[in-house]
């Protein structure tokens, strides 16, 4: 009895039959050895650490699609006025050399004298395709703008790289001239004369560099510069009825106006009619600046074709000028 007896100030309590029982203590977890950690916590470190799981897809290896050199107008360069004003800034075919690499094209953007006779441009143009490494011996498609082709279908004929041009496919090349250069070669004598004595290097070929646009001079360019039967030989031409620009409203009144094969018709420089030449594969819907991107400001809101419109177009057209290059690389592989 005495020794079960409580001590004296302290109260005998019954457990109650819905007491919970003590819950025994925890075993102690043993660190793991410094510098060692357990399997788990690694491949649980590693699923944290690994990144999105992506679907991969493999580029498209650069050259697959054929070498494409891009040959461009009057007053160009790779920039605009590039040989005779300091307007590095504005790119002449631009974005459109940067797109067809992007697609798998080998591009190559020349430069010729903004301003001389077509035989000198072509003979500059002839040097840098027989200079460009990245042709490696391949045939190539030659994408012109303008009086680009002019100096391509010269370069051809006479200067003897019909064996390396597969396809010329010229973009609103005045084939048949254009009315818009006899008005400015007739009325615009005195401009020449004054322009040449304050900057000699701007129009020093001027008027005989433009002669050849003339509705006459495209007749006589025609008689002595023939089609090479190997080549093929594509156009496309511009028609901006509903989508001219400002600055080329009054060109398009007055070649629209003009009788002959070079009015009619036209994307504010040269005609339809004029510009076919070949196989007529297709009539754009943009002006002779809309055609290389020109970043005219009004273009943001106004209806012209956006800067994705133009390059899209450029793709398809490389599209039609290397499709027998590629037929055959591929008949090669």
Known sequence: ??????????????????????????????????????????????????????????????????AVVLAHGFGGGRHFLNSALPLHGLEYFRGIGERLQRIGYDVLVTEVPAFDT?????????EQIHAWPERDGRRVSVLAHSMGGLDARYAISKLGIHGMVDTLLTVSTPHHGSPLADFLLT????????????????????????????????????????DDPGVRYLSVAGDAENRISPELRLSHHFIARHDGVAGGVNDGVVSVSSATWGRLVETIEM???????????????????????????????????????????????
């Open 1 to 66: 009895l005495a020794a079960t007896a409580a001590p004296m100030g302290s109260s005998l309590r019954r457990p109650t039959p819905w007491a919970k029982a003590a819950a025994p203590p925890r075993p102690r977890r043993l660190a793991p050895p410094r510098g060692r950690r357990p399997l788990c916590a690694l491949a649980a470190a590693a699923l944290v650490a690994a990144p999105p799981r992506t679907r991969f897809v493999a580029p498209r290896p650069l050259g697959t699609r054929g």
């Open 118 to 126: 077509v035989k000198s441009r072509a003979e500059s143009l002839c």
């Open 187 to 226: 009325y615009t004598q005195p401009i020449h004369q004054v322009w040449r004595s304050i900057m000699p290097g701007l129009l020093r070929c001027m008027p005989e560099g433009g002669h050849c646009l003339s509705v006459e001079g495209a007749r006589e360019f025609n008689k002595e510069v023939p």
């Open 287 to 333: 002006d002779h600046l809309h055609q290389i991107n020109f970043p005219f400001l009004h273009r943001w809101f106004m209806r012209s074709p956006s800067d994705d419109d133009v390059l899209e177009t450029w793709c398809r057209l490389a599209k039609h000028a290397t499709v027998r290059c590629e037929a055959s690389a591929a008949a090669r592989r």
